[in-house]
Structures are given as structure tokens and as C-alpha cells.
């Protein structure tokens, strides 16, 4: 069974998306970008906007019931890969104990043109 997720607690899709799936116990975010709840973007470096769609991503997910304890896989797109000594700091402090598999990767260009973009896999326990 498919189960599509939406929270008012992180921004809106601003695409034909939803913020995330489950299917059965896993749970499919889409990336997350530095957006608000409210749709404005979060100005700022790459610290404030890892922060930001790091609480997007915590958001999507406990809207469908998980957590990010629950990630079992993480994937970062990075507008500069010379940001990813501070993404990954902040991004330690949402996943100090046991963190999850990731990948983080450079991309020529993110929506909004935002210097990060994180999306995930959680079991829904």
C-alpha cells in the first residue's frame, strides 16, 4: 500500500511531488531544501541552510511516522563541494548517534539555486 505525506511543519512541494511515500514499513522523503514552512527561503550559508532542511527532513518524517533515528539512508546534494565540511558538521549534530548510510554529491545547480538539498529513506516503526 502507498501512502502519500504531507505536513504543514515543513514548506510545501513547489513541484508535482509529494513530500514523501511510504510504502509498507519504509518511508521515501523528497529532498529537502532550506525553504520555511512557510515557502520563503532561508537566506543565509551553507550552515543555516543545512540546519533548515535538516528540520525539514525531521518534519516530513515524523509526519509519517518516523524519525530521524529511523534514516537508514541519506543522500546530500552539495551546489559546492567546498561547503561539505560544514554541511557534515551540521548534519552530525541531526545524526550524532548511529548515523545512517549517505552519499553527498556536487551538483551543478539546485532549485532556488540553495546550497544544499537532503533527502532520506526511514523505516516507519
Request: aromatic share 6%; net charge negative.
Amino acid at each position: 500500500m502507498r501512502e502519500t505525506i504531507s505536513t504543514e511543519n515543513a514548506p510545501a512541494a513547489i513541484g508535482p511531488y509529494a513530500q514523501a511515500i511510504r510504502v509498507g514499513d519504509l518511508l521515501f522523503t523528497s529532498g529537502q531544501i532550506p525553504l520555511k514552512p512557510d515557502g520563503t527561503l532561508l537566506e543565509g550559508d551553507v550552515r543555516a541552510q543545512t540546519e533548515q532542511a535538516l528540520k525539514n527532513l525531521r518534519a516530513v518524517l515524523e509526519a509519517g511516522g518516523s524519525s530521524l533515528e529511523n534514516v537508514v539512508k541519506c543522500t546530500c546534494f552539495l551546489a559546492d563541494m567546498n561547503d561539505f565540511a560544514v554541511m557534515n558538521e551540521v548534519y552530525g549534530g541531526f545524526f550524532s548517534s548511529e548515523p545512517p548510510a549517505r552519499s553527498a554529491v556536487e551538483v551543478a545547480r539546485l532549485p532556488r539555486d540553495v546550497r544544499v538539498e537532503i533527502e532520506a529513506i526511514a523505516r516507519v516503526i
